[in-house]
C-alpha cells in the first residue's frame, strides 16, 4: 500500500493496533526537509553508479525540490496511512514523478541508514541554534558582570558564610560551565559529522554506491568505517542527550541562585516584572517561575537521557526497532532548552542587584577569619598556628557577640601575642577581595582578566 515501504511477503496488511504503534510520522517529519536532502544526495550516487540517467537524475531532483518546497510551506503532510517519514516521501516523490522513476530510488539504502544519517544531520543543524542560544545567556552574564563590577557580596560553601566575593566572579562562575557546554557541542560535531549512508540495513552496499560522495553531498566530513555500528549505535544521539541534560542542570544551579537571592531573607536581587509571575490569591506575590521552570525542567532532560541510555543497554546488534525510541527523548530535550534559554537569558538580562545589602552582609558569619590567618602568615607565623588563632579570634568574638573588625588592642593581644592593630587593616570585605588578586582570584583586575578571558573564548566558538 501507498506510504508504506515493505508488503511483498505479506499476505494481507498490518492490523490497526499493529500500524498505531508502528507509526512514528507524528514525531519523525521533523526530520523530512533532511530525509529529502539525503534522497537528492542518494539519487545523485544512483547516477555516479550508473543506475540511474543524467535525464532521470534531473528528473527525480527536479521532483525532491518539489517536495521540498512543499513540506517547507507545510503543503506536504503525512497522510494517515503513511508509517513514517520515509514512506510519506517515497509516496509523495511516486505521486509525483510516476512509479517507474519514484521506485528507483530506494535502490541501496535502507530506512535503518536513513534514520541513522537524519538524526545526525538534525543534531547538527539543532546544535546551531542552540549554540546561539546558549551564547546568548553566557553574554548577559557577561553584561550583568561587567555592569555591577565591584559589588561585593557574600561567598558561600555549604551555604554557610564563607568569603566575601565580587559579584561578578559569582555571575562569571555561571557562564565558564556553559562555555564548556558549548565546546562540547563543538566536540560533538567532530562525531556528528559522520555519515552513516551507505551502510544499507546492516552490511554495506552492493550496488557500487559510494558513501563518501553521499556524505560529501550532505555535508559531513567523512562516512562510517563499518556499516553494521553505522545502523545500529545510537550513542552519539545519547551523547547529545547528555550535552543537553548537562546545560539544564548548569540552568539550573544558576536558577537556584536567582530564586534564593530574590527571598526577602537574601535580598540581593529583585527580577523585572516582565520576567516574574504574581500569585492568584497573594497579592505582595513575585514568583520565581522561570527560574524555578528551568529547575524543573532539569529533571526532565535527566530523565530522557537515562531513558535512551536504557533503551540502548541490552540491544544486541545490528538494528533493532527499539532503536525508533531515540528521538522523542532527544526532541523533547531540544525543544524545552529552545523555549527555555531565550526565557533564562531574558530573566538574567534584567536582574537587579541591591549592592548595599549584599555588601552589608559581605562579612556576616565571621567571613574574614581567613584573612585574619593570612595576615598572620604574612607576620610569619606558620599556617597551622595562624588558622588555630584565627579560630580562637572567632571564638572569642562569638562569645563576647561582636564583629571581629571590632576588636580592641587589648582584646587582641588577650587571644593571642601574634595579634596586634595592624590587622584591623585587613579586616574589611573590600580589603579581602582586593587582596585575591592572584589568576582565577575574585579581585577587581582579576575578575576584569577573566571576562576579557571569556569572550576571547567565546569568539573562538
Ligand atoms: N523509524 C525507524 C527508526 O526511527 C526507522 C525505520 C526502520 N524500520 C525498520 N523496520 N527497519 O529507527
Redesign the pocket.
Known sequence: PAGQLWGGRFAGGPAEAMFALSK?TQF?WRLARFDLAGSKAHAKALHAADLLTADELDAMLAGLDELDARVASGQLQPADTDE?V?GALERALIELVGPELGGRLRAGR???DQ?ATLIRSYLRAANQVLTADVADLIGALAAQAEANLGAIMPGRTHLQSAQPILLSHHLLAHAWPLVRDLQRLADLDRRLAISPYGSGALAGTSLGLDPLLVAAELGFAGSVANSIDGTASRDLVAEQAYVLAQIGVDLSRLSEDVILWCTAEFGFARLADAWSTGSSIMPQKKNPDVAELARGKAGRLIGNLSGLLATCKGLPLA?N?D??ED?EPVFDSLDQLRVLLPAVTGMVATLTFDHERMAAQATKGFSLATDVADWLVRQRVPFARAHEIAGAAVRFCETHDQELSDLTEGQLAEISPDLNLGLLSVLTAAGSVASRNGRGGTAVEAVQAQLAELRAVLAEL
Do not use: G, M, T, V
Open positions: 512514528s519523525d513514517d520515509h535502507s530506512r535503518n534514520i538494528y526497532r532503536l525508533q528521538k
